[in-house]
């Protein structure tokens, strides 16, 4: 213990000395919750809508009226010409054509049903989806208020209603930064620790101060203890911080326990630094170090359902997910913070990421060697 | 002249102590194809400066790194300190110090803070460490710079620290990579003073270099060419048995046939 102790000394000088890594824990996590919250949303606000209006008739200019009021569309331009719309939809600056054909007052009046055509921008599978379906919404109210409007002559029983009312559980406002801000923490506090430990340790190789620890009696565990653990105390500090920008900045609710949150955070950390530093053994460059841990970051944000749900990935890949230890991460900060969920509710994810964080750092210790 | 004198003095210790401290028998170590090490055999002995030659890439620092526990030997039975170089790799280095060729202190850390962390590894006491640190600061001259940080000293200094730092925990043996690569005349016969002096405190010295002059300055001296020791014998009886006046002459005609050096 005595020995661990003076590592730890050791390490706390040489990151509290090194210029640019008191920038980096102050700064990352202030850009990250600043900028990437923000960025990082799936609210749908201002779609480009080409409005080819050919109608001009009352209950077309209703119509109209309905899209121009939605907070979800602007119209970007109008025309007669469905060609000029596919122009413009070809260039990519309208996501959304909607077009009322001439006869569609007549139609409605006449035969009970008019139909409008909607052309979406379907590059983007989701924004698609999400315009279609704000779309429909409004033709549904339209239709509601049309059918109320004009069948509501004295001898006509307008037709029950079953109004469905949606409410919305532990995200009641459906503020996507709430959702992302979580994510983007475990994403924060995965970089901090994985670079940092990872990069620390191959540059005492490169210094050529590891030759000098390996003929020491130091034991391999010690060693990759006290190259864990600042790494560990210091992105458990971004965390905290992190917290706070996203309590003051957007006022995200913390529902769960802030005990629970650091315990799981300390445990998802032994995997991923144990990871970083299990890179670094089998590296001897920190340029080789950023590469490969750069390589398994990526796989693992992508595939751990910060950005995307696991539920709509293959099977295969949610399989492959049960050894990524963000997964396991990006669920409990959900969970705890917004939803307030409790140990119990987590326990699989504990045992989880209590494997992954004994494999790792087992590995990283097993793969040090002081013989080469 | 007082380089003769102190030949002498060290030629007379030499003789009354004959323990072996390091034993080495067919020692072979081989990167793929390329033979590092080719089948070595020596001993040397307690209170003795061994010194070990050769051109660079001729397999001194592969054999120097083996002994220190950081290398693993292909074959060959090896021990250092009477503990087997294998099965005993941790007992050895307590027992031994190590200088590296590239320079082993932290350089973002005070020269305080590297004396405090070495100390601390060996388990030495905190009371014992400012005794040890406060002879050591004395004896370098270095008072003044206890709370520099060493990246600011001159190589020279880095490099008398290094070594004090590498005896703080009283090894018995203490392996010097070309300890005084790069260092200006004055600093290098300082670092020789201080080499004779942990030998008359009956400390081996394993020593590389490719300093001829230094060779000079050993008890004994083996010269390797191409990962094999070519001559192993005192100064004096490799200069009479090549018939050369000085170390230089006796390498040049040993290394005339070798393969891999310069």
Redesign the interface.
Known sequence: M??L???L??EF??VF??KTMLPMIFVLPLVQMLVLVFAATYDLENVDLYLVNQDQSEASRELVAKFEASPFFRIYDASFDVTDAENSFKKEAADFVLIIPQDFERALVREDEAKVELLINAIDGNKASLIYSYARGILTGFNREIIAEWKSLPEFNPPMQVRVKDTYWFNPELDYKWYMAPGILAILVTIIGMFLSGMNLVREKE???I????????KKYQFILGKLLPFLVIALFDLAFGLLIARLVFNLPIVGSLPLLFGFAALYLVGVLGLGLFISTVTETQQQVMFVTFFFMMIFILMGGIFTPVESMPEWAQWLDRINPIYYFMRIMRMVVLKGSGFFDLWQEFVSLLIIGTSFLGLSIWRYR??? | MKIESINTKVGDAVTSAREKVIEVRNLVKKFGSFVANDHLNFEVYRGEIFGFLGANGAGKTTAMRIL?????PTSGELSVGGFDVYRQ??QI??N???M??????????TVA?NI???A????ISVKQRKEKERVLLQKLQLEDARDKLIASLPLGWKQKLAFSVALLHDPKIIFLDEPTGGVDPITRRQFWDFIYEAAAEGKTIFVTTHYMDEAEYCDRVSIMVDGRIAALDTPEKLKQQFLSEDMNGVFLKLARGAQNGE
């Open positions: 005595r020995t102790r003076y590592i000394q050791k000088i040489q000395r090194n210094m050529g101060t030759e000098q620890l390996n003929v020491t009696p130091i002081k013989t080469s | 220190c526990g950081l290398s693993s790799a941790e280095k307590r031994i110090g190590y590296s060729q590239k320079f082993s202190l932290y350089e973002d850390m803070e405090r962390f070495y601390g590894i060996y388990g």
